[in-house]
């Protein structure tokens, strides 16, 4: 039997940070001041796609206890 390079947690980390990073991109498209340059395009979108990103890191290097 083939086993997996992660474990069950690792990929479910993975798919909830691809979910943050999506949000931050949208949060980021939804900022109504031109190209971007208010808060939401500016600070909390980039924030949640940096938030994304390490719980990416995360996932990827977590290395699941073995029963």
Excluded: C, S, W
Excluded at 36 to 58: C, D, K, N, R, S
């Amino acid at each position: 039997m083939n086993k997996l390079p992660f474990g069950k947690k690792n990929y479910q980390r993975m798919v909830i940070g691809l979910v943050i990073v999506a949000l931050g991109f949208t949060i980021m498209a939804l900022d109504k001041e031109p190209h971007g340059f208010g808060f939401m395009g500016l600070t909390l979108g980039p924030l949640i796609v940096l938030a994304g990103f390490i719980t990416e890191i995360f996932a990827i290097l977590h290395v699941p206890k073995e029963n």
